[in-house]
């Protein structure tokens, strides 16, 4: 059914889309503003996929600004997760003392997603990052642009904007 396959494929790329800007919208020129661009949330220097020290002093920072939660977790890219496996805890401990066991790092949770780069991670908590959706998304289907063609245009439109809260 090509009508289900073009459908899924769009829901993708938004979603994909989606992903991007709550990650790193600018905030202008029509999209929202993402994480990494709100004033106010702490940063860390993560060096090429990060030591375990380094993803500690994140944990570290978030407990001092009083938003330490058992619901936190850490967003890194698929190449810092597959090298975070392998990297030890620390030198000259333990060996196998891997940093990410069990997808987990530091004793919290790993998501990943592309949308990091290899020096980029998130960690909190992100119940307190909200989504919100007006109406549903918008799909318009314009036979005209197209015509002389004999193409058909497909128009996706989902108004959407992100916020930081804390309780």
């Given amino acids: 059914d090509v009508e289900a396959m073009v459908r899924t494929d769009l829901t993708k790329v938004i979603a994909l889309e989606?992903?991007?800007?709550?990650?790193?919208?600018?905030g202008s020129s029509s999209q929202p503003l993402g994480l990494t661009n709100t004033t106010g949330?702490?940063?860390?220097?993560?060096?090429?996929?990060?030591?375990?020290?380094?993803?500690?002093?994140?944990?570290?920072?978030?407990?001092?600004?009083?938003?330490?939660?058992?619901?936190?977790?850490y967003i890194i890219n698929a190449n810092a997760r597959g090298a975070l496996k392998t990297t030890e805890k620390s030198a000259g401990g333990t060996i196998g003392n891997f940093a990410m066991?069990?997808?987990?790092?530091?004793g919290y949770p790993v998501?990943?997603?592309?949308?990091?780069g290899t020096n980029d991670c998130l960690f909190g908590d992100f119940s307190q990052f909200v989504v919100g959706l007006w109406s549903g998304l918008d799909l318009t289907v314009d036979p005209y642009a197209g015509s002389t063609a004999g193409t058909v245009r497909v128009i996706a439109l989902q108004d959407v904007d992100f916020a930081v809260k804390q309780d």
């Avoid at 860390?44 to 994140?58: D, K, L, N, P």
């Avoid at 066991?101 to 530091?106: E, G, I, P, Q, R």
Wanted: hydrophobic share 40%; aromatic share 8%.
């Fill in 18 to 26: 989606l992903d991007r800007a709550g990650i790193h919208g600018t």
């Fill in 41 to 73: 949330i702490g940063s860390q220097t993560i060096t090429t996929y990060g030591t375990f020290a380094e993803y500690v002093s994140m944990e570290t920072k978030v407990a001092v600004a009083n938003a330490d939660v058992a619901s936190m977790y």
């Fill in 101 to 106: 066991v069990d997808s987990t790092l530091n």
């Fill in 111 to 116: 998501i990943t997603s592309n949308q990091l």
